[in-house]
């Protein structure tokens, strides 16, 4: 068992020992979803429009359920296989966000995210490059394909396909939250300790928590240079806020800061609404076949002359 484990069982030991406290504005135990079908950035169909009417809303909400209609089969088999999986196993959500916003990023205004710097645009088209080819490994696959971190999972915390959901479990001293996909485990101290030394790196970076009134502010450093959240490297300092605003809803907001990968600092907006339970493990490729079968295929592509 490992030592990130062993902690998650002993804070969620030690809530089971507490007595229960009726939800308050600093309660932000739960299980919580961020699943939407608001889009992250913000599409040309609604440019300069930060927020939708209710008519707009429903009629963007039903447009957008049938074109990700994963049941409808391909022209070709290409185009069949490349669908994965069918559309029982999404839930993307089938709503947009409660304020009908355009999109998840709020800032800049325009809900793009803003340019990356020329440095991380080379670093981008580097990474796309190894990827074009074969794999000779698994260190030439991206980070969800090793099933190691599902970078929309969190930090920061923002929808995808499925697995959207999050458990938020909070002890003396500490805030713990369970990430469904890929079922990483965040550990937030709210001690007041300092961030880990700069040569300390980590896959979801070093939170460290405090309250602001009754919201939960986490500043989060010391990245690895392999994470890339939207282009993202080593330097990205993210700041998230929690606040409860009603007993089945959180504001979630972030900010990224990281100025040797993008032009400036963003923000975004991905609301939690509570959601029954339990989560199950999602064990990506549980013993690695999913890896295995990968580098096979590649190898035999090679055999017929593909690089």
């Known amino acids: 068992m490992s030592h990130r484990s062993l902690a998650w069982l002993t804070i969620v030991g030690t809530v089971w020992l507490l007595p229960t406290p009726a ?35 429903a009629d963007f909400e039903k447009r957008a359920l049938e074109n990700a209609n994963r049941d409808r089969r391909g022209a070709n088999a290409e185009a069949d296989v490349a669908g994965a999986y069918n559309d029982f196993w999404f839930e993307r959500g089938t709503k947009v966000v409660p304020t009908r916003r355009t999109s998840l990023v709020v800032d800049p205004p325009d809900g793009k995210i803003p340019p990356l710097t020329p440095a991380a645009q080379k670093a981008a088209a580097a990474r796309a490059e190894v990827l074009r080819h074969l794999p000779t490994g698994p260190e030439d696959l991206g980070l969800p394909d090793r099933c190691i971190l599902w970078p ?39 001690d007041g300790r300092p961030h880990l030394p700069s040569n300390i790196r980590q896959w979801m970076g070093d939170s460290r928590g405090h309250w602001e009134g ?21 330097n990205l300092h993210l700041v998230e806020r929690f606040t409860r605003t009603g007993p089945d809803t959180i504001l979630y907001e972030f900010t990224v800061d990281d100025p040797t990968a993008f032009t400036k ?12 339970g339990p989560i199950y493990e999602y064990a990506c490729h549980e013993g690695n076949y999913g890896m295995t079968n990968i580098l096979t295929g590649a190898r035999a592509q090679e055999k017929k002359g593909v690089k």
């Open 23 to 57: 939800a308050g504005p600093r309660d932000l135990e739960g299980l919580w979803t961020n699943a939407t079908i608001t889009p992250f950035e913000r599409s040309k169909e609604f440019a300069g429009k930060e927020f939708l009417t209710e008519k707009e809303a």
């Open 152 to 190: 929309t999972a969190g930090p920061p915390m923002v929808p995808g396909g499925y697995n959207n959901n999050y458990q938020i479990v909070q002890a003396p001293g500490y805030v713990a939250i369970l990430v469904e996909m890929i079922h990483d485990v965040r550990i937030i101290p709210l």
């Open 214 to 234: 009754n919201t939960l502010v986490v500043d989060t450093t010391n990245f690895t240079d392999k994470t890339h959240f939207r282009g993202s490297d080593q």
């Open 265 to 276: 600092p963003w923000k975004g907006q991905a609301p939690l609404t509570k959601t029954d």
